[in-house]
């Protein structure tokens, strides 16, 4: 995958202070996702708070994820920092009997200390045999970024899967419910699903029932983050399907022909398989396309989704992308996608917030995608923000949801033209 | 190690952060890897501020490490200063550079920064948000003051007399209220129209709104008003052990504390404050005495919140609304000692804990009509479908309201009354409900009227649930087990839903204690005449 235009895009290293959150913001969704499966952050009170208000108040019922709060003396001795840990975990196993995986979440303070979450999980695993799974990620700031930590655990997961020799398409990324079956139903339509022979969800609703993976297993992404899980799942044997992410009418239509030609399907088996959906999202589209068009974007290096969304809000809303910042860069996931990009257009990778602040400020976008630390000091100084977690949190993928991801752009711009305050 | 589901206070780094947003011109540097950086969004999101937090972090990663992550510390604090020159710099570390042991505070004192340079130590492992915002506060102010030219800065400070031969007004510094701080933001308006009408000039407040030079002014006062013990009792015994300045601790939350508020301070200024005594300067007193207001007697609450706050709560709620304290608790363990006086007082035993299970099993038990708690217990008697008022932080975005809402002084009871009132169902429509209660739309599954839908009519959907789920669960399956009689089981539900748990947990821990293992209609009535009020 070394063409031309992958190495041609210009790249610009940004080093200085990140304001970006930390793996563990990935759990405010995967818990969601997977009904069955815990979430046990091993760290400190700054985690329990970061997780606490990166998922603000909109989980009010006892959520599934705790943090198990590092003390002095956990600091002092490994031993005792691994019973209290066996210790929390009974407690925890004891008041949820629904729990049937168990993740262990690595944070700064449990990696800088050497904790080795990686064989608690294998002693706790053992010692709970046939109650409940226990895995381990990391979830750190030190070694994740905001969206990654999804990989992480997605990482795990593939690494813990069971093994088949048969085939399969899977699709691999956390999706809402209704997107996975509106996916699947395309699928099937553009004939892919029966080509494929079998096609499953990675993650699944229920951690409990992880898919097989082998060397008969072809897998698409459908987030741009999922690196990490793509390197365990190509470990596995499995084969990685390039392809664009499926945003908007080019996106979705893009990933289904990789699908498809992977697959032996007639490329038109395809096209007619999703022409009813694409019209519906073409027409959905028209609503927004005046207030974006000619519009300019600043993306700010957070969700990861950066590259895929400005090639989206791009090429069918007509906006103006000004600065895209992306946090880290994997040129193998994102192969399909970099082509697609307008040319000469800078990528920062990395951040230094200030600089880029005074970036912003000199160019004046329209429309900034930033973080929630970011947004309201932006809006103050006139520039209209868009929160990037809300892109993380939305169903946004797909045909059905074209018309949704470009209103939740369009949505800032056209509340500042509304308000006459 | 501690399980935590929710957390009351964040770690001491936050509290250190409360106090940098809250000044004007401080800085803070934070060695912290990139995750931390979160705690902007509480001021930017939460309290809705407009700027950014003055904080920048080293943002340290894995790769660091191994490296000179020292250097990183040196590079940020140079940056920080050349930025946004501050008139001080904090500089501390969060959990994870903790580890490290970097120090960062004196590496960067090292550094040659022509401002005071704060160094926080705030140890992440043991201490919480309040203590790190106490700390810092009161480091900042030391070497602020420490920093001082030694000439004496009172003469160009000190206030003006006029020729006149009027009394000088007395001054004070109001201090403690901070960015975060529940409705800190109006609490120091009011504050100045109470001073103001006791004759006694506001030298400064901090550290909200305040700037370094202001700080430096500390010492000009005649006295200290703590107004968030939190966050500035350590400052305010220093300054007293340093300066001879007396401080007034009242926290004037309610009628009653503010008036001996007034006392308090008129002890050190010799003033005569009658007008502010004798005047009816709230409107709670007489609210409360109104024939309406009868139905709030002896309305079981439970009270939950930091340590100022939940004691200015449990005073007004039995001696201004003549409610029942059924439990008080607080998650500052610094303020336990002031808690649990306040507890005994009410016959009740104090609940200290920050573990949110605790408090939600306490609230379980202690079944109130009324809860009065933070943004945690909202989400707790939501689910038990219990009317909830916010006392205290920490709180969400909708407890930032636009209008004006102070908690002290008289205005502040004015907007206690109101809150705490307006969630209970008003007493007349507590009457009919008792008496039509198979009005199809005016029954208990409805929320109180003055309520509209939306988040007033869950709590009530909520019970309704909860109620008939125990219902069903007791008529259920296992039918001889259960002692109540069909006619008894009837008689229970015309009783409205939010005593009926009560009622019925009453009747059965009645008929347990009296031997009777069926409960009919005659033991609901007696159960009831046993547990009258
Ligand atoms: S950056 Fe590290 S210490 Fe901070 S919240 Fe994330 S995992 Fe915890
Ligand atoms: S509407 Fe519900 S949650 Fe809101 S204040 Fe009233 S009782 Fe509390």
């Known amino acids: ?421 | 190690m501690e399980l935590a589901l929710w957390t009351y206070e964040g770690p001491p780094h936050v509290g250190a952060m409360r106090i940098a947003m809250s000044m004007r011109d401080v800085h803070y540097v934070i060695h912290a890897p990139q995750g931390d950086t979160y705690a902007d969004l509480l001021f930017t999101m939460i309290e809705r501020s407009k700027r950014r937090p003055p904080v920048s972090y080293t943002t340290f990663q894995a790769r660091d490490l191994g490296a000179d992550t020292a250097g990183l510390v040196k590079t940020t604090v140079r940056d920080a200063y050349e930025r946004f020159q501050p008139a001080a710099l904090m500089v501390g570390e969060s959990c994870t550079a903790e580890l490290l042991q970097d120090q960062p505070g004196s590496l960067a004192q090292s550094m040659g920064i022509p401002v005071p340079v704060v160094p926080l130590e705030l140890p992440a492992y043991s201490k919480k948000e309040n203590w790190g915002a106490s700390e810092s506060f009161y480091y900042l102010v030391r070497h602020v003051l420490a920093s001082q030219p030694a000439n004496d800065t009172t003469a160009d400070a000190a206030p003006e007399v006029s020729a006149s031969d009027a009394p000088r007004r007395m001054s004070a510094n109001v201090l403690g209220p901070t960015s975060l701080g529940f409705r800190c933001r109006d609490d120091v308006v009011e504050i100045g129209k109470l001073l103001d009408l006791l004759d006694v000039d506001i030298n400064l407040i901090a550290p909200l709104d305040a700037t370094v030079a202001d700080l430096a002014r500390i010492p000009d006062a005649d006295f200290n008003i703590c107004l968030c013990p939190e966050v500035a009792r350590t400052l305010c015994k220093w300054l007293t052990r340093t300066f001879s300045q007396p401080v007034v601790s009242t926290v004037p939350i309610g009628v009653g504390a503010t008036l001996d508020f007034v006392r308090e301070v008129q002890a050190i200024t010799g003033g005569d404050a009658t007008t502010a005594l004798d005047a009816e300067l709230s409107r709670l007193p007489w609210y409360s005495r109104s024939v309406d207001s009868t139905y709030l007697t002896g309305k079981r609450v439970f009270i939950y919140g930091d340590g100022s706050h939940a004691v200015s709560a449990a005073r007004i709620a039995s001696e201004e609304l003549g409610f029942k304290v059924v439990g008080l608790g607080s998650f500052s363990r610094e303020m336990a000692r002031d808690v649990k006086a306040a507890a005994e007082k009410l016959g009740v035993e104090a609940l200290i804990s920050d573990d949110y299970l605790d408090v939600e099993a306490a609230i379980e038990a202690a079944q109130p009509e009324l809860v009065l708690g933070t943004q945690m217990e909202r989400h707790i008697a939501k689910r038990l479908g219990i009317p909830c008022a916010v006392i205290s932080a920490p709180v969400h975005v909708q407890d930032f309201p636009a209008r004006y809402s102070p908690q002290v002084g008289f205005e502040g009871a004015n907007v206690i009354f109101d809150t705490w009132v307006h969630p209970l169902t008003m007493g007349l429509e507590e009457h009919l409900l008792h008496m039509f209660r198979d009005d199809f739309e005016f029954n208990d599954a409805v929320a109180p009227s003055h309520l509209h839908g939306g988040e007033g009519a869950t709590p009530a959907a909520l019970a309704t649930d909860i109620s008939t789920d125990a219902e069903a669960a007791n008529d259920g399956s296992d039918d001889t087990s259960s002692p109540w009689t069909a006619d008894a089981e009837k008689e229970l539900k015309k009783i409205p839903f939010f005593v009926r748990g009560k009622a019925r947990r009453n009747t059965e821990a009645y008929a347990r204690d009296a031997g009777h293992d069926r409960i009919t209609v005659d033991t609901l009535y007696e159960a009831k005449a046993h547990y009258a009020r």
């Not at chain 1, 969601?32 to 985690?47: E, N």
Request: hydrophobic letters at 45%; aromatic letters at 6%.
């Open chain 1, 1 to 421: 995958m070394s063409s031309a235009a992958l190495c041609d895009i210009p790249v610009k290293l940004e080093r200085g202070q990140r304001e970006v959150f930390c793996g563990l913001t990935g759990i405010v969704w995967l818990h969601r996702k997977m009904q069955d499966a815990f979430f046990l952050v091993v760290g400190s009170r700054t985690c329990a708070h970061l997780l606490q208000s990166a998922a603000g108040v909109m989980i009010f019922s006892e959520p599934r994820f705790a943090t198990a709060i590092m003390q002095d003396k956990d600091l002092a001795g490994m031993a005792d920092a691994n019973d209290e840990l066996d210790r929390i975990v009974k407690r925890l196993l004891e008041r949820r009997p629904d729990i049937k995986t168990l993740f262990l979440v690595g944070s700064c303070p449990s990696e800088v200390i050497k904790l080795d979450l990686g064989k608690a999980a294998d002693r706790l695993s053992l010692h709970h045999q046939g109650r409940v799974r226990v895995l381990s990620y990391s979830g750190s700031g030190i070694e994740t970024t905001f969206t990654e930590g999804e990989d992480t655990c997605l990482e795990a997961m593939a690494r813990a899967a069971p093994h088949t020799d048969d085939e399969q398409l899977m699709i691999v990324g956390t999706l809402p419910d209704v997107v996975e079956d509106q996916l699947a139903r395309l699928l099937d339509a553009c004939g892919i699903a029966e080509a494929a022979k079998n096609v499953s969800f990675f993650p699944p609703r229920r951690a409990e029932t992880l898919p097989a993976i082998g060397p008969n297993t072809r897998f698409l992404l459908v987030q741009p983050f999922l690196n990490a899980t793509r390197r365990a799942l190509l470990h596995r044997g499995s084969t990685h399907i390039p392809a664009i992410f499926p945003f908007g009418v080019e996106g979705t239509s893009g990933w289904l022909h990789s699908a498809g030609s992977a697959f032996g399907v007639d490329r038109q088996r395809v096209a007619d398989g999703y022409a009813a959906p694409m019209a519906r999202a073409q027409k959905a589209l028209v609503h927004y396309k005046d207030t974006l068009h000619g519009k300019s974007i600043w993306f700010m290096p957070d969700s990861q989704l950066e590259i895929p969304l400005a090639r989206f809000l791009a090429r069918e809303c007509g906006m103006k992308l000004l600065e895209i910042g992306v946090p880290y860069l994997d040129r193998q996931t994102l192969s399909a996608e970099l082509p697609e990009l307008p040319e000469n257009l800078g990528i920062v990778e990395g951040q230094d917030v200030d600089l880029q602040l005074d970036r912003v400020r000199a160019a004046k976008p329209d429309l900034v995608v930033c973080g929630l630390g970011l947004a309201n000091p932006l809006e103050a100084e006139g520039v209209s923000s868009k929160w990037s977690i809300e892109l993380v949190f939305s169903p946004i993928h797909g045909f059905e949801q074209t018309g949704d991801l470009a209103e939740l752009f369009a949505r800032p711009l056209q509340r500042k033209q509304l308000l006459a305050v």
